[in-house]
Nanobody
Framework: QVQLVESGGGSVQAGGSLRLSCAAS????????MGWFRQAPGKEREFVAAIAPNTGITNYADSVKGRFTISRDNAKNTMYLQMNSLKPEDTAVYYC??????????????????WGQGTQVTVSS
């Protein structure tokens, strides 16, 4: 079992930055591929970014490429999402997710076994 807890959400003006964190329990964090998803009101949950267990491989949604950076610190059992140049359309609840090992299907929410409770990000224009 893996428990995930997100933090770092908040309100920011367009063009601003936020850094989200996802703290994971357990001793096998380095074997889990980690992802960020988001869900805006009235919309389906969508993929944001993912990072492989320990190779540094990353994957991003086109909508956030060049603005968001995913990273992880396996020694601290923590994953991060640095969000720069935020736009109002980035407003959503952001969730972190985990699954054992990497997959080419990392953009599919159904591939993840564990989810955090979510953290709200609000970007005003």
């Amino acid at each position: 079992q893996v428990q995930l807890v997100e933090s770092g959400g908040g309100s920011v003006q367009a063009g601003g930055s936020l850094r989200l964190s996802c703290a994971a329990s357990g001793r096998t964090f380095s074997t889990y591929a980690m992802g960020w998803f988001r869900q805006a009101p009235g919309k389906e949950r969508e993929f944001v970014a993912a990072i492989a267990p320990n190779t540094g491989i990353t994957n991003y949604a086109d909508s956030v490429k060049g603005r968001f950076t995913i990273s992880r610190d396996n020694a601290k059992n923590t994953m991060y999402l640095q969000m720069n140049s935020l736009k109002p359309e980035d407003t959503a609840v952001y969730y972190c997710a985990a699954r054992r090992w990497w997959t080419v299907e990392v953009q599919k929410s159904s591939e993840y076994n564990y989810w955090g409770q979510g953290t709200q990000v609000t970007v005003s224009s």
